[in-house]
């Protein structure tokens, strides 16, 4: 019943995402393998890749407007423009500042088409299909991504390259444009409110800002790094396509131990165990199948630091309330993390490639610390894990299923005898908004009984 009501009338959305997100996955880990092969030092490399995200960070602020004012399919249109001029300019001209400012072209267009089919799939989504629609984009956007890695090791000239990922985008606009779908009114977007998070959870906002850090570093300078390391473009792109697939394995599973023991724990991990393998990399960077190997792990924790941040957010809130403003935010301090990472790693990387994997696994350790020390949230508190796409819009969190209380309470699991126990000697000492304070009293001291671990 899903596959012919919900997904069937739908199915060109996730195709245009699935082409998109190849040619992203495509053209994010070829720039950098290109600028360093054509002799550029990682400072600039980094700095122009971070071009893309300063992009995405100006998509989410100013790319409503048009889409409001010419509706989606035309707006759909516009962004696919710029996108494929941006692909089919590094091919008309070799100049870095020249390619920065086409990398900021792509990253704006590129999140800006993500607003416009994330809000299209929020459109045609039930409050009961959501769930389900959000996890088939997450697959979706993950394998697509994957296939963008495999494509670049068929070793195909830079030329090739820049012509399908434009290729890509057509197809995309194509399948948009014959669509007999209805366009949907896009809602005024909530404003982007740091300091609240950092009020109401503020391990949500570091987790945030460090899971963007490591994605936008992996996408952007680890292909450098590996390409030092090993010389061939092939090992780059077995390298990324097993971590990312590493990722999307990772998800239900740590989504599933999160719900049951909390998303501090799963947080703690994360960030220890990226710490452990960072350090494991920086070591034995040059072993091929352990490097493989510590890459599939890697994406195992990097890919499930923001989603796991997200419902550390919902966690702290009342369910509904301030959930799409709140994880809107969320996502522009990730954006803010990515457009960090190529500077400061490209920046490092110059000066010396052991130390490259040393400051990623020094940003996990603090991830992993500063979750240790957080406040624990009881058990019947906790909101339901969703795993989200590597690359959002700002629209996704429309999209987002725990916007209905009904369906958290229906997708909760049942705790282990331990955590009930443990929650039912908390209560018999503390009353409710001492266990888990509201958004109103986050910043107040908190008693002993609060770290009643599960």
Known sequence: ?????????????????????????MLMTYIGLYLK??????????????????????????????????????????????????????????????????????????????????????????SEDRGRVLAVYTVVFFLATAVGQLILGMDISSHLVFVLGSVLVLAALFLVAITRISQPQLQPFERYSLPKVLHIAPLALVGSVIGGFFVGGFYTMVPVFVLNTYGEQSVVASFMAISILGGLLAQWPVGTLSD??????????????????????????????????????????????????VARANDRLDHGKDLVEISRSLLFAYGIG?????????????????????????????????????ERIANEQLSVFVAVPAASGASLAQLDPRQDEQWVEDHKPNYPEEADHAASTDSATTDRGERHPSAEHAAEPMRDEDHTRP
């Open 338 to 374: 990515s457009f960090l990472a190529p500077l400061i790693l490209g920046a490092v990387l110059g000066l010396s490639g052991s130390l490259f994997f040393t400051v990623l696994a020094l940003a996990a350790l603090l991830l992993g610390g500063y979750a240790l020390t957080a």
């Open 260 to 309: 049951r023991y909390g998303r501090r724990k799963l947080l703690a991990w994360a960030g220890l165990f990226s710490f452990a393998i960072c350090l494991l990399l920086a070591l034995f960077a040059s072993q091929t199948w352990l490097f493989y190997l510590l890459g599939f792990l890697l994406g195992t924790s990097l890919f499930s630091i923001y989603p796991l941040s």
């Open 1 to 25: 019943m899903f596959l012919k009501q919900a997904l069937l009338p739908i199915s060109s959305l996730f195709i245009s995402i699935a082409f998109l997100a190849t040619g992203y996955g």
């Open 37 to 126: 092969q054509a002799g550029l030092s990682e400072l600039v490399i980094g700095i122009i890749n971070s071009a893309f995200f300063l992009g995405a960070l100006l998509a989410a602020v100013f790319s409503q407007k048009l889409i409001v004012s010419v509706g989606h399919a035309r707006s759909f249109s516009a962004f696919s423009a710029v996108m494929v001029i941006a692909f089919l300019g590094h091919t008309l001209h070799y100049q870095p500042w020249f390619w920065a400012g086409l990398r900021l072209l792509s990253g704006f267009a590129f999140y800006a088409l993500l607003i416009v089919l994330e809000s299209w799939l929020n459109e045609k989504s039930s």
